[in-house]
């Protein structure tokens, strides 16, 4: 897991996969979080990516590093309501603190439950690592 979290860190900008009925919903994120040996999204409850991913709670994340690998992570999304949680995520990712505050009522962050990430390339073998 700690080198899923890397790999996604290092990303900068990842892509979170949600469905809305039968349409799937794709959009750019950055922040991430380890916590408690998890790792964590951060949104808004006001947005409609919330609102999918309490309906559906399967994900799919998707990143590439410049050195054109790339990874995959399949998840179950368990939202956090704890204020600890919520207050870790904006200290690590200081920038949210300008949209979000950990008591702001908005703020929410989820962890992902029965993950398998897989990184690929073009050049070798895909690993699996499951969390």
Not at 28 to 50: C, H, M, R, S, W
Not at 61 to 68: H, K, N
Not at 81 to 96: C, I, S, V
Request: glycine share 6%.
């Amino acid at each position: 897991m700690d080198e899923v979290f890397k790999y996604l860190k290092e990303c900068g900008t990842f892509y979170l996969a949600t469905c809305e009925g039968d349409q799937p919903r794709v959009r750019p994120f950055g922040a991430i979080d380890l916590y408690e040996g998890k790792i964590y999204i951060q949104t808004g409850n006001i947005k409609k990516v919330f609102k999918q991913m309490m309906e559906k709670p399967k994900i799919e994340i998707c990143g590439m590093q410049p050195d054109r690998t790339w990874i995959r992570i399949e998840a179950t999304v368990v939202q956090d309501d704890r204020m600890e949680a919520r207050q870790h995520m904006l200290d690590e990712n200081p920038g949210l603190k300008r949209m979000y505050a950990a008591d702001d009522g908005n703020c929410e962050v989820l962890y992902l439950k029965d993950a398998t990430a897989t990184i690929c390339s073009f050049t070798a073998e895909p690993r699996v690592i499951k969390f």
